[in-house]
């Protein structure tokens, strides 16, 4: 910043600077020859103005070159002059072609400056033209009572050199008020450039009323000191374009005006009304030329303020709109949902509230991207508005939670299910095709309801919703209350467990069917609280999902599988297999945490299988590149519990694993149901001939073991081998088939939600 400030201070004295010599040659015989000079400055002062907008954009890049044609032309109306004159020696007739290129600067530089701002709005554009306008009439009344009348009245060779000596200050005025405006909305850093630019304007104005009062009393000279004021503007100019090829101007969009960018055009306006009341109270008669541009003003005056209201107007439109909206999808937010909910409440009329929640939405933002998770928040959105239209409120309360509104209270479950439904269809994001899911939670006001009470039941039911299984909606029931405080209370003990590391880590033998030899263990998390006993883990793991603790839980049983494993002593012929959730696997930095744990406990990474859920393999493009990364490490890869949800035999060969792990309810079946039977010996045939290893889960007795090994099956896990347990209890050799175990509880799998 001050490095910035120093070099404009530089540039400002520079540019002062340029005026000096003038000043010392006036009256000298070489004061002519200075218009030669000042005709270079001009043309040469368009290149950086043509370089600043090579760089602008929008109509800045357009405003530039009108500025840098604005520039060459007086620069060659000016070199006419000086030809004439100190060449040809020829009389330059007033006014001349000279004249034309002078007076096209002011001209193109004001339409130049007006593109320049990209004022957004024709409100705003009106409102600085009329502003400029109001300025000239004013300045031009105090113009002619000082000293034009005088000119006027002591004669001119014609009316048309009247008019365009009028015609120098006139424009110039016009012209620096648009500059000062465009100035005032620049945002800091690119002041700079707007002070260099009102610069220039002030020294072309100055210098061409000077011009114009000396040539109408027959009294201009040729490089006298007035002219040193278009030394000064185009060496402005220059240096303006010069910074602006640097770094383009930037500007205040915020449609809020300074106190004195509204009182800008009274200001001279007042001046002129002073001197003709003190004119008329003198005596003095006031003619048209006076009263026409006074009575113009005051149009112009009233025109401007009607153009104010109709800004303040949209703009007051425009910020009630941000502060009811949300600016990502459109869609109301969480005030306006709110005061409506207030004003629907307290009129008494039917109110209910549904309550959405994207499911998995974190794992769409850290896999996909945040410019990903963006597209489909406004594709929910606009799913939302085409199921629930006027005069049902839509708002975005939040990050991906979505709120309706609706005093149509009938039907809302059949309307819910076909929302969901409508938000299942795929869409595409990117390169990627994404299937969204959502819980949603309704409550209907019954009676009188204060807000606070039904945005309290639409939670419960939507946290209801989530407990079904995701991808489903629960109506709030009065019984739903208590299942919250257990729920509070189950969060808050977990949290305390997850942080002090005291969740417990049981271990389940995977064996070699054929000789009972143990070739992994299963590492299954137990939880035994403190006043509430042993909570199974189908309770516990969904709070931990709904609590966004399902992370810490799975790196916590995974640290701590991974060290016991490595002091167990059959560890160097089994592996250790752990399951992993979806949203593990949407953190990216997962597989370097995976790594982390495996050097820390010194294991080989072969050692490792990790068990994938059918939940994940359900977003497979979700997970994918994480599970190639893994391998890529040497970690193995199994899908669990395959047949009974998402899997299917087209991922076989596209998902990145070694090992299926075959449900038990197959396994239970096979005894009975001659269907199963052939279903497995065929599944098998086809695992081996895609080289994949199956385990058939949930085996408990031997006749069950004998038949899987009948049908090929070589490996196995359930009841029959060992209940999950203490891991030196398991022998490193063989698993003993004792049923009565350690009674921990059916076999389920960590990090699986049921």
């Known amino acids: 910043m001050i490095r910035q400030q120093r070099l404009l201070i530089a540039l400002v004295a520079l540019c002062l600077a340029t005026g000096v010599p003038i000043v010392v040659l006036a009256g000298g015989p070489m004061a002519p020859y200075t218009q030669l ?11 950086p103005c043509l370089a600043a907008a090579r760089r602008a954009a929008g109509t800045g890049r357009p405003g530039w070159a009108l500025l840098a044609g604005g520039s060459l032309s007086w620069g060659l109306g000016n070199l006419y002059w000086s030809w004439n004159e100190l060449v040809a020696h020829a009389e330059v007739l007033f006014p001349s072609m000279a004249d034309v290129g002078y007076l ?3 001209v193109l530089a004001t339409a130049g400056l007006w593109l320049i701002s990209g004022w957004t709005s024709m409100g705003s554009r009106l409102t600085v033209l009329l502003d400029g306008m109001v300025a000239g009439c004013a300045l031009f009344v105090v ?5 034009v009348r005088q000119v006027w009245e002591a004669g001119a060779d014609s009316k048309l050199a009247f008019v365009v000596s009028l015609a120098y200050p006139v424009s110039d005025i016009v012209l620096a008020t648009v500059a000062v405006l465009l100035a005032a909305r620049t945002r800091r850093g690119g002041r700079g450039i707007g002070l260099l630019l009102i610069m220039g304007v002030l020294g072309m104005t100055v210098a061409d009323t000077l011009f114009a009062l000396d040539t109408s009393a027959g009294t201009y000279v ?14 402005s100019l220059a240096a303006a374009g010069w910074l602006a090829s640097r770094r383009p101007m930037a500007f205040d969009d915020s449609g809020v005006m300074a106190v004195w960018q509204i009182v800008l055009p009274y200001v001279p306006f007042g001046l002129a009304a002073t001197v003709i009341a003190v004119l008329t109270v003198a005596g003095v008669h006031i003619d048209a030329a006076e009263a026409v541009p006074l009575m113009a003003g005051m149009i112009l005056i009233l025109l401007r303020q009607l153009s104010t209201l109709l800004h303040n107007s949209t703009l007051t439109r425009r910020l009630r709109h941000q502060a009811y909206h949300d600016p990502l999808t459109g869609l109301g937010n969480r005030a306006l949902f709110t005061e409506r909910l207030d004003g629907a409440l307290s009129s008494g009329e039917p109110a209910a509230i549904l309550y959405l929640d994207l499911d998995d939405f974190k794992m769409i933002n850290d896999s996909l991207g945040h410019d990903a998770g963006d597209v489909v928040l406004r594709t929910v959105a606009g799913r939302l508005r085409a199921c629930f239209a006027e005069p049902d409120t839509v708002a975005r309360l939040g990050g991906d939670e979505f709120a309706v509104l609706t005093s149509r209270v009938d039907g809302l479950p059949e309307r819910a299910h076909r929302l969901l439904t409508g938000l299942h269809e795929p869409f595409p994001v990117g390169a990627r095709t994404v299937q969204v899911r959502a819980s949603v939670g309704i409550a209907v006001a019954d009676g009188p309801t204060r807000s606070e009470e039904l945005h309290k039941n639409v939670d419960l039911a939507m946290y209801a919703a989530k407990a079904r299984g995701k991808n489903a909606y629960a109506v709030f029931e009065p019984s739903m209350r208590q299942g919250f405080d257990r729920e509070l209370l189950l969060r808050a003990s977990l949290q305390q467990t997850v942080a002090e590391g005291a969740m417990d880590v049981a271990f389940q033998p995977i064996v070699r069917l054929g000789d009972h030899a143990v070739v992994g263990v299963e590492a299954l998390a137990r939880w035994n609280h403190p006043s509430l006993g042993v909570v199974a883990p189908e309770v516990f793991i969904p709070v931990a999902e709904r609590a966004a603790l399902i992370g810490d839980l799975g790196m916590l049983v995974l640290r701590r599988a991974c060290a016991e494993f490595a002091t167990w002593p059959g560890s160097r012929e089994a592996y ?28 080989h990474p072969r050692q490792l299988v990790l068990e994938v859920t059918e939940s994940a393999i359900a977003d497979e493009s979700e ?13 193995r890869i199994a899908i669990d519990d395959f047949g009974t949800g998402y899997a299917s035999l087209r991922h076989l060969h596209r998902f990145p694993a070694d090992i299926v792990k075959i449900d038990r309810t197959y396994v239970q079946d096979i005894a009975r149901d001659p269907a199963a039977v052939h279903i497995l010996g065929t599944l098998w045939q086809l695992f081996a ?13 031997p006749a069950q073991a004998e038949m899987l090994m009948e049908l090929g099956c070589s490996v196995g896990q359930g009841f029959l081998f060992g209940y999950p347990g203490a891991l030196d209890a398991i022998s490193a050799h063989h698993a003993v088939g004792d049923v009565r175990g350690q009674a921990h509880g059916a076999d389920l799998d960590l990090l699986e939600s049921q």
Not at 222 to 235: C, E, M, N
Not at 581 to 602: I, Y
Not at 623 to 635: E, F, K, N
Request: with cysteine.
């Open 143 to 147: 113009g002619w009572a000082l000293t």
């Open 37 to 47: 000079v000042s005709s270079a400055m001009a043309c040469l002062a368009a290149i």
């Open 689 to 701: 001939a895609v080289g994949l290893t199956a385990v058939a889960e949930g085996v408990e007795d």
């Open 623 to 635: 997970v994918i590149a994480t599970l190639v990364r893994l391998r890529a490490g040497g970690v």
């Open 104 to 106: 096209l600067f002011p």
């Open 576 to 603: 250790l297999s752990v399951n992993v959730s979806a949203l593990q696997l949407a953190d990216p930095q997962f597989p370097g945490l995976v790594a982390a744990a495996l050097a820390e406990a010194r294991l």
């Open 222 to 235: 040729t490089g006298q000191p007035s002219d040193s004021g278009w030394f000064i503007a185009f060496a």
